[in-house]
């Protein structure tokens, strides 16, 4: 199994600031993912990120409102950008260990935008 | 590409009794089917997953179960104790390294003493 940190656990933003947020894995991964969950909603996938090159993005997720970087086997930030009230969910990650296709967690990022 | 569905949104069930979540996919290409457990303020864990080559799969109290023709898989809990209680996520995915997961909507179960 891989175990999966966030940073920050939660925050409060303003309308129009950006947050970044941290995932890192206790072991190497070969793709992360990042997901959004709006409040009581299920999980949407934003982009997957890939080591060394850019990350791929889903239909209705754009580089320029969620850029995400990608410099280490272990590590992945999701900027959300430009933030509306609309962007209040919460933000997941995830990886799989060992080249699997077995996916593991992080706790999440509660983001409120004010 | 992938849609899953989940049924049923809410189930309530008193401590002791068995539970069972449904899910449908679309994709007959999809052949991972893995389950998440989410308490309040945490991230999903994987309680148990399920291969296409597989009909069955058990874990103490919880099991899966596969139908690949019908594109449907249930998750089923026995002896539910008041700890279960949770939103269940089922999910689907191609099983190759690298794939992403298309989630259901998720199942809120709650266990009453």
């Known amino acids: 199994s891989a175990v999966i940190s966030q940073k920050p656990s939660r925050d409060i933003c303003q309308r129009g600031t950006s947050l970044t947020i941290q995932c890192q894995v206790d072991s190497q991964v070969t793709m992360m993912f990042w997901y959004r969950q709006q409040p009581g909603q299920s999980l949407t996938l934003i982009a997957t990120?890939?080591?060394?090159?850019?990350?791929?993005?889903e239909s209705g997720f754009v580089i320029d409102k969620f850029p995400i970087s990608r410099p280490n086997l272990t590590f992945s930030t999701l900027t959300v950008s430009n933030l509306s009230p609309e962007d209040s969910s919460i933000y997941l990650c995830?990886?799989?260990?060992?080249?699997?296709?077995?996916?593991?967690f992080g706790p999440g990022t509660r983001l409120t935008v004010l | 590409g992938e849609n899953v569905e989940q049924h049923p949104s809410t189930l309530s069930v008193q401590e002791g009794d068995s539970a069972v979540i449904k899910c449908t996919y679309s994709?007959?290409?999809?052949?991972?089917f893995p389950w998440y457990k989410q308490e309040l303020g945490k991230g999903p864990q994987l309680i148990i997953d399920?291969?296409?080559?597989?009909g069955e799969k058990k874990d103490q109290r919880i099991a899966v179960t596969l139908n690949k023709t019908a594109k449907h898989f249930s998750l089923h809990i026995t002896e539910t104790q008041p700890e279960d209680s949770a939103v269940y996520f089922c999910a689907a995915s191609l099983g190759q390294a690298g794939t992403a997961l298309i989630f259901g909507k998720g199942t809120t179960l709650s266990v009453s003493s």
């Open positions: 990120a890939n080591q060394g090159s850019e990350a791929t993005y």
């Open positions: 399920i291969r296409s080559n597989v």
């Open positions: 995830s990886g799989a260990a060992g080249g699997t296709d077995t996916q593991y």
């Open positions: 994709d007959s290409a999809s052949n991972y």
